[in-house]
């Protein structure tokens, strides 16, 4: 047997250095206040369904389609995602 996925929409933030004016995503502002997301000193440590992720610098962080975050790297979002 085969299925093709159904097509989504997502979005998407690519992981960078923040600095204090920097804007982001309100999803990713509530993620951090949630504790979701927690900065370190060379990234994002992410809660995921499959546990503790860590984004690095280029990475992207994805909000699933009910909302629950992951991460893909650039190589792999590239491959599979087409950004509109």
Do not use: C
Request: glycine share 4%; no cysteine.
């Amino acid at each position: 047997m085969r299925a093709q996925k159904k097509p989504v929409v997502i979005e998407y933030w690519q992981v960078t250095d923040l600095d204090i004016d920097d804007k982001v995503p309100a999803w990713i502002f509530n993620a951090m206040a949630d504790r979701v997301m927690n900065e370190t000193r060379d990234g994002w440590d992410i809660s995921t369904l499959e546990g503790k992720m860590h984004a690095n610098v280029g990475d992207y962080i994805i909000k699933e389609v009910h909302g629950d975050l992951y991460l893909r790297r650039p190589n792999i979002f590239k491959e599979t995602a087409v950004i509109m």
